[in-house]
């Protein structure tokens, strides 16, 4: 409107658009086909070989509609019948949160199933990799994803958690099990592991091949925000935990949860060793910097550690070494391929190693900050679990 | 753009339309809230004690946005920033699904949780209701809600399944429990009962109240289609079974994954007692029907029947009502109060009663076609079981 002739030019780039920028500057695959994460019976989004991914909405009387993803708008464009049809430059393979725009209005995909991160509700899409099969869903013997309540003092409030208990958790009521308490990311939250993150089906699959041994994980909000109507306090997106502060609020209000909260509830309420031996903490991102804090301050309590995309962990980090030593078994530390950090965390696993502590790096091949990553860690990291 | 004049109208709309709508025909409560279903750290949408329902869009360059609930349009009104509000005429008391509209395309609302219905996920939201207590999430003990798979033969697939087991499970290996096998609608999966029918919570609490015996339900999806790529034979909106088949496809396919595999499963993998007495089988629209067409037809396997919003049932529809009067021990029948079923379930309950099985109508006060129906519903049914 502020612009009158805008409309003969947006009408024209309808008509020529599409097949001239297509062939000129941007030539693509045409196999496109739907992805897990499209709603069964919904033709789109779907997702090429190369990665881009395509979004189709019919909004007869709009005048832009943009794919909104990996920081990225890109223009759809309209035909005659009102439908809006685009795509994305290719993008790594892995989850990625979208969102599609509306004439200035940011809203979901109606054919995206939905998925919790970037603090909100709202649409993911799966980019296709080659080996999507140790989280498929198979004929093996199944594991429960349980989803319960309790009350933690820490918050005075009733809180939601997932529990994993491996298959056949139900039959031999003799048989007890270790512990991961497993974290999510900023901007997440406790659905995020067993939703986006498939723990369920990755365990299953280890579980059934015999290349894990059976535990129970636990997934709780690491958001955790006690104060008076507040947000949890995070640190801003890229930012590392403060240098000059070990234990800073986003971790120490959650650290207050877990032990005097959580880790009771799971031990009174589930078949569980209750030992440090038997307890493993990981994270991604900030899930796996509160759990280097956490275990800092506690290594009394955890013997396994997992840092996903959380950055490095080096026995320097430690004031008593000689206290933390005999007591951590493994720290693994990994990242996507295509994160800064991949580069630092072999030099830092090869240090836990001279001081007689296992220390596992692992970089997910051609994987960015996303879930992709965090799965293929979850699975190298759960086969070094208790063993 | 067809009329050129149509901005001048709208823009005149924006500036005066809103108060002017308001203050002749369409006085409006300022007391909205955001409400259950809003996302935490949203503000829209949001509700008012009329039972209006208020959605919020920025959308700068739109033209035209609505909100789509109840089958019916209401335009939003946009201000100076972009921002679009406008609010709905009250709705029922319960559970509603809708969408919003920008430019013709028809989203999920960026503020809302997302639920399965309608035949895809997206936008519901709760109007509060007074008796929104017995499914509120409480300091009592609090049972699981399990996601698992099983293999079934009769699909030839790995499917999802959710399952309820009562507070304590875990705690005596001994103990055995019975189980109701319980149905979603049409459109509708088995996240159902799990998400926005609360079955957790309202049996948490009824069995915190010493209300009702404790049992498992088992929660699957009974738009079964075993056919290659079709979608389920189900009856049009608002179409009752046919009169002259007894067991149509919808409930056919169903009935053969419930038999050979569902019951299977949940018998060799959880603490149940296998028999008729302690076997119930329930469900809301479609899933009654469904339950009255699977009973009739196996009535040596289920003792206690629940159709909620799903027609009548009568002893005058069995066949050989010697062979089904032993083995059955309840009928129960439900609508909301605004449904046109409500008036005819109370002579088919005494119509049971008359005959030796108790025969239970139960109309929910003031609500339609919708969850808050069925809640209610599963709240009567559930103290009625097994006892």
Redesign the interface.
Known sequence: ?KHPHA?LIIAGAMLFGSTLAQVATNPVKDDFKPTMTT?Q??KYPQVNSEGRVRVQ?????????QLDIGAVKYDLVKDEQ?VWTGESAPQDVGFHYY??N?????????GS??YYGA????SGIEVPSEDMDFFA???VP??????????AKSSSS?RRVY?YLPPGY?KD?SQKYPVLYLQHGMGENETGW?SQGYT?LIM?NLLAEGKAKPFIIVMENSSVNFGPGG?PARPAPGQAAPANQERPNFAAEFERLLLNDLIPFVEA???VIPNQANRAMAGLSMGGMQTRLIVMANPSLFSHIGMFSSGTFTPTDIKDIDAFKPSVKLVFMSFGGRERGASRIGEAAEAWNQIGIKGVAYVSPETAHEWHSWRRSLYQFAQLLFK
Request: glycine letters at 12%; a neutral charge.
């Open positions: 409107m409309w709603q019976g919904k909405l019919a909004a007869p009387q709009a005048n832009k509609v009102g969102q599609l509306v004439d200035g209005a940011s809203v979901p995909d109606p199933l939905y603090g909100r509700w709202g869903l198979k004929d199944h594991g429960q994803l349980v989803e319960t309540y309790y009350y009733n529990i139900d009521p067993g369920a299953d947000r309420n589930y078949r």
